[in-house]
């Protein structure tokens, strides 16, 4: 598969490690479990953004973007990746940051990653929660072009199909890495939201003849939702590679029975699936995308999905800068008191 004729810029530093987890597999008594590092993709915290960016910020200088323009929930990991794209390159920034979610914790709107997207200074707007983002979005570029820039909107996730060749990419390394390796991966797990990741993964499986069966655990929308969601994308990524025959359908599946309340609100699940990774690897997961997903794996490992033997590789997207917005779940009463 070729994707060098795309343009594209270095923001990972090299492949994200492909690592064992030998205590919790132990721990949980089930099938092997892996776990492939996208949380180290080394810019400003690193996750899965970066490698989306790669393809975006690419497009956004070829097409000479002086702005950058994207959106997300208060605490989106991709608006922090973003913002440290855009600066690696010498663009400007300006992000709208959707409150879809809120607890009325100050944490929540003024820690995690509205913290880092402050340090990095892009220009932050708020809008509130429920409105239409991607015409908010629309309206700045609007905007900036008036006032004589030339903006480059990246939609909510960086998930379109030239962000998603950033996971194409992600595929063919983890393809490498098990070959290397001698591992027979039997499943791939990972959190899915605006879909790019997901989209882009299965493209690059499938279009390698990989058949490596991926499970997206849904952070948001109900499964049949979701699953049409990146089954689009998908196509869509699929045409724009230029690969033969089409993107199989059947490919995608989707469990969205990790959701709990909704996108951002925290699970029983998610607070022992983070503790767990914690403890015994000493990993750190997120509380709004990979928390859920590991809670997903979990539970599915206890109710006997995989078998005992299998290798099961889960796909860590990053997020944890998001942990210091959910102190006050994480660690209701504080180690310190003053
Ligand atoms: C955005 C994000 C995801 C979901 O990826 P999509 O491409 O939006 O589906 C998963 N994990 C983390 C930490 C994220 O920030």
Redesign the pocket.
């Known amino acids: 598969m070729n994707l060098t004729r795309f343009p594209r810029v270095g923001l990972t530093l090299s492949a994200t490690p492909l690592e064992y987890l030998s205590n919790l597999t132990q721990h949980l008594g089930g099938p092997n479990l892996y776990i492939k590092r996208d ?1 180290h993709t080394g810019l400003a915290l690193g ?3 970066t490698r ?1 960016l790669e393809f975006l910020i690419g497009d956004a200088l070829v097409k000479g973007a002086t702005h950058i323009v994207t959106q997300g929930a208060t605490q ?3 608006v922090r ?1 973003t913002i440290a794209a855009a600066n690696k390159f010498g663009l400007k920034s300006t992000v709208l940051l959707e409150e879809r979610v809120g607890d009325g914790h100050d944490d929540y709107y003024a820690n995690g990653n509205v913290l880092l997207d402050q340090i990095l200074g892009a220009t932050i707007e708020t809008r509130p929660g429920g409105v239409d983002m991607n015409k908010e979005l629309e309206a700045v570029g609007e905007r900036l072009r008036a006032a004589g820039e030339v903006p480059y909107l990246i939609p ?4 379109n199909p030239i ?2 060749l950033g ?1 194409v990419v992600s595929a063919l390394e983890l393809i490498v890495q098990a070959n290397e390796q001698r591992l027979a991966i039997d499943h791939v797990v ?11 993964f299965l493209v690059g499986i499938e279009g390698s003849s990989g058949h490596i069966p991926v499970i ?1 655990v849904s ?1 948001r929308a109900p499964r049949e939702k979701q699953e049409e969601n ?1 089954r689009r994308l998908a196509r869509q990524t699929w045409e724009l590679l230029g690969l033969r025959g089409e993107f199989p359908d059947a490919a995608v599946v989707v469990n969205s029975d990790y959701v709990g309340g909704g996108y951002g609100v925290p699970t029983e699940g998610m607070i022992e699936a983070v503790r767990l990774l914690a403890r015994f690897e000493g990993i750190l997961l ?1 509380p ?3 928390g859920k ?1 590991f809670a997903g794996l979990v539970d599915l490992i206890r109710k006997g999905h995989f078998r005992k033997g299998e290798n099961v590789v889960f796909l ?5 800068a ?1 942990l210091f917005a959910y102190r006050s779940i994480l660690a209701p009463r504080p180690a310190f008191a003053r």
């Open positions: 949380d996750g899965n953004k989306k989106s990991n991709h990746q909510g996730g960086g998930s962000g998603a996971y990972h959190a899915t939201g605006s879909t790019g990741t997901q989209a882009g997206g952070v990146v997120d709004v995308y990979t997903a860590h997207t990053g997020g944890s998001g």
